[in-house]
C-alpha cells in the first residue's frame, strides 16, 4: 500500500493542511492532563525491570555450567526486551525533565545493559517519527533486507531481491537475528563523525560486549556459551520485533516530498493494537502506537485514556483510525510483505 502523498487526495483526506486539526487535538489532550509526568510510575518500572536484570544473571552465576541455563537466555531475552522499551521511553523524554540526565540513562539502559548504541538509534528513530512509512526518509522502511512496496521491489537487487520473494515466510525466522544485527549496527555507528557522545558512547558498549562475553565463557564451557548466546539474542531479536512489527508494518507507506499534515502523516501509517493489561505490558505500552505517534512525550501510562479523546476526534475530521487485536496485526503485516514482493515472484519476460 503506497501512497504518493504529493498526489493522493486520499491521503490529504478532509481538512488537508489543517495544522488545526491537531492543535485541537492538542488542545484537549493537555486540558485532560495527559502531558503530564508520572515519577512514580517510571520509578516503579526502573526499579522491577533493574531487579529483573540483576536477578536474571544472579541466576546465571548461581547455576553455573548447566543446561538449566537455557531457561535463564529466555528469561534474560524477555529482560533485554523489557530494557529496551525502558530506553525507548527515556529516549522520548518521557522519564526524566533534563536532556542531560536522558542522555545518560539511555546509554547505561541502551549500550550498557543491552548493547545497542543509544546515540545511533535514537538518530534512526527520530527520523522515523518525523517520517514514518515514508519510502525515502523512514530509515525503518529503507529496503535493507526486506521490501517494504513493490517499487522497491523492482528495484531491488542482491540480497533483499532475493529475501523479497519469500519474505513473508522469512520474516519470523529472520527476526532471531535481530538482536545481532543491533549490535553490529551500533559498533558500525561508532565509526560516524557525528556520533555524540562518541567516548561514554564507546566505552559502555565495549563494557557490554566484555562482560556478557567474559560471563558466559567463564562460567560456561565454550560449547554451552555459545549455545547460551544464541538462544539468547535469537530470542530477544524475536520479543523485539514482535514488540515493534504491529505498529507500523502493513500500514500504508508514503512517498513523495510533499507529506500531509502533522496529524494524518502519524494516524494513517500506524496501527494500534487492542488489548488488555497483558499486552500493554508486552509491548510496553507501544500497543497504542497512534496515540505515542502524535504525542511522544506522553507517559506511557497515559496512552490509553488519550485512546479514547484521538478516536473521537478522528471521526470527527474524517481521518481512519486502524485497530486490530494482536494476532490480526501480524497477519496483516505478513499479507503486506507478500503483496511487496510480489513482483520478485513473477517470472521475468
Request: hydrophobic share 45%; with cysteine.
Amino acid at each position: 500500500m503506497t501512497t504518493s502523498v504529493g498526489t493522493s487526495s486520499a491521503t490529504a483526506g478532509p481538512g488537508a493542511g489543517g495544522g488545526g486539526d491537531f492543535a485541537r487535538l492538542s488542545r484537549r489532550i493537555v486540558a485532560a492532563g495527559l502531558m503530564e509526568r508520572r515519577p512514580g510510575y517510571y520509578a516503579v518500572r526502573l526499579a522491577a525491570v533493574s531487579a529483573a536484570f540483576a536477578g536474571g544473571w544472579a541466576a546465571f552465576l548461581v547455576l553455573g555450567d548447566s543446561w538449566w541455563q537455557l531457561a535463564v537466555a529466555v528469561f534474560l531475552a524477555f529482560v533485554y526486551g523489557q530494557v529496551a522499551l525502558v530506553a525507548h521511553d527515556v529516549a522520548h523524554g518521557q522519564v526524566f525533565r533534563g536532556r542531560r540526565a536522558s542522555g545518560v540513562a539511555g546509554r547505561l539502559f541502551g549500550n550498557l545493559g543491552v548493547g545497542m548504541s543509544y546515540g545511533w538509534w535514537m538518530d534512526k528513530h527520530t527520523r522515523h517519527h518525523a517520517h514514518p512509512n515514508h519510502e525515502e526518509l523512514d530509515p525503518d522502511v529503507a529496503p535493507d533486507i526486506l521490501v517494504w512496496s513493490q517499487d522497491q521491489a523492482r528495484a531491488a537487487t542482491g540480497l533483499p531481491r532475493f529475501v523479497g520473494r519469500y519474505q513473508a515466510q522469512l520474516f519470523f525466522p529472520l527476526l532471531t537475528l535481530e538482536g545481532f544485527n543491533l549490535r553490529v549496527a551500533s559498533v558500525r555507528a561508532l565509526r560516524s563523525p557525528t556520533m555524540k557522545h562518541w567516548g561514554s558512547e564507546a566505552a559502555l558498549l565495549m563494557a557490554h560486549i566484555g562482560l556478557y562475553l567474559g560471563a558466559l565463557f567463564l562460567v560456561l564451557s565454550p560449547g554451552k556459551a555459545l549455545v547460551f548466546l544464541l538462544v539468547h539474542q535469537a530470542f530477544f531479536g524475536v520479543y523485539l520485533g514482535c514488540t515493534f512489527a504491529p505498529n507500523h508494518k502493513g500500514m500504508p507507506t508514503l512517498t513523495g516530498d510533499a507529506p500531509p499534515d502533522f496529524l494524518r502523516r502519524q494516524v494513517l501509517t500506524s496501527r494500534n493494537v487492542r488489548g488488555g493489561a497483558l499486552t500493554c505490558f508486552l509491548l510496553g505500552g507501544l500497543n497504542h502506537q497512534i496515540e505515542h505517534h502524535l504525542f511522544p512525550g506522553m507517559p506511557t501510562p497515559h496512552l490509553r485514556r488519550a485512546r479514547k479523546i484521538v478516536r473521537a476526534h478522528c471521526a470527527e475530521i474524517g481521518v481512519p483510525y486502524h485497530e486490530t487485536g494482536l494476532i490480526r496485526s501480524y497477519a496483516e503485516a505478513l499479507r503486506h510483505l507478500r503483496r511487496a514482493g510480489e513482483p520478485l515472484r513473477v517470472p521475468r519476460g
